[in-house]
Every structure is written in C-alpha cells, then in structure tokens.
C-alpha cells in the first residue's frame, strides 16, 4: 500500500510574535495529489496555533483531542499538550494514529507524538525559537535557525524565507504555504 508524504510545518518565534507555516502538497508514491492543503489551524478560540504532519484523518482526531484538553486544562498548552501525549501513548486506539503535531501559543512552542513526546525547542543566542516537523522539517528548521541567528527577520518573515528554502530542497514540499500568527 502507497503512503502519504508531503508536509513541512515551521514555527517559529521571535519579539513575542509567533508565525506558523504549512506548506500545501500531498504526495501519494510518486504522484502529487493536492498542491492546496491547509495543514495549520486555529485553535482555542484563535489563541492556540497548530499544524499537522502525517495521515490527515489522524490528525483531525488529534486536534479534536487536543482542542477538549485544551477546555479541561484553561487553555494551559503545556498541560493540555502533556496529558494529550499521556493518552495518545496509552490509549490502543489512538496509539496506532500516525501523525505528529506542532502547537504554540504566545509563550509555549511544543512538538507532541504518539510515543509520550512533548519537547520544547531551545530558545536560541539572541533569542527566539524555532520547531519544525514533517519531510521537509529539517531543512525549514536550519533555515529558520541560520534566520533567526543572523538576521533580523520577523517572525512570518523568518518562516516565509525558510520554508521556500525547504521547499527547493524537499520534493515533498511546495511554496502554497498557509500562515497562521499571534501576535
């Protein structure tokens, strides 16, 4: 059976200014299916930004999950995030969901998987942060990483730059990026 490939997801945060990037294509084998996908979203009433790498009906349900512990824990994403990753290891049904997610809000940036993970990206020299996930994560994440440490870039500048540098490296990548920011 074919899989699924084709996601780059960037976050990335600077002066207190938070911008997700999502690139569009999904691949199937050797073919791309859809060169438009939306793989970021809003959550929390707009004050949680998230976006998806893996099987879209997974991640759906992951988000759904995510936006309840989201209401459960008061919008704390840490503890949303951590309990979230509690039950997405234990529980058998959802364990076997292959995707994984990248969350941020105003003061957390959190990648989650279904092994328990919740892992916060080092705040770098001179500030700022970055996460990325996805087939083209690594590339967008040292763009954006060389970015922050070398420019002074905003935020959905930094992530624009990087994910078209991605994008022209990842043949599971493309530049119908979608954005989501906090300011």
């Known amino acids: 059976m074919l899989s699924f490939h084709g996601t780059t997801i960037?976050?990335?945060r600077r002066d207190g200014h938070v911008a997700?990037?999502?690139?569009g294509q999904v691949t199937l084998g050797k073919t791309v299916m859809k060169a438009t996908a939306r793989k970021v979203r809003r959550l929390a009433e707009g004050q949680v930004v998230a976006g998806f790498a893996g099987a879209t009906a997974d991640a759906f349900q992951l988000f759904e999950l995510f936006e309840k512990k989201l209401k459960e824990h008061a919008?704390?994403?840490p503890r949303a995030s951590v309990e979230l990753a509690k039950q997405w290891r234990t529980d058998r049904i959802l364990r076997r969901l292959e995707a994984l997610l990248l969350v941020a809000?105003?003061?957390n940036l959190l990648v989650l998987s279904g092994s328990g993970d919740v892992i916060e990206p080092d705040t770098l020299p001179g500030g700022g942060a970055a996460a990325a996930i996805g087939s083209g994560g690594p590339y967008a994440l040292?763009?954006?990483?060389a970015l922050l440490g070398h420019s002074a870039l905003g935020a959905r500048q930094v992530?624009?730059?990087?994910?078209?540098l991605a994008a022209e490296i990842c043949i599971y990548t493309n530049t119908n990026l979608t954005f989501e920011e906090l300011p």
């Open 75 to 77: 919008r704390s994403l």
């Open 20 to 23: 997700m990037a999502g690139d």
């Open 142 to 145: 040292a763009a954006a990483r």
């Open 10 to 12: 960037l976050c990335v």
């Open 159 to 164: 992530a624009e730059e990087a994910m078209k």
């Open 105 to 107: 809000d105003k003061e």
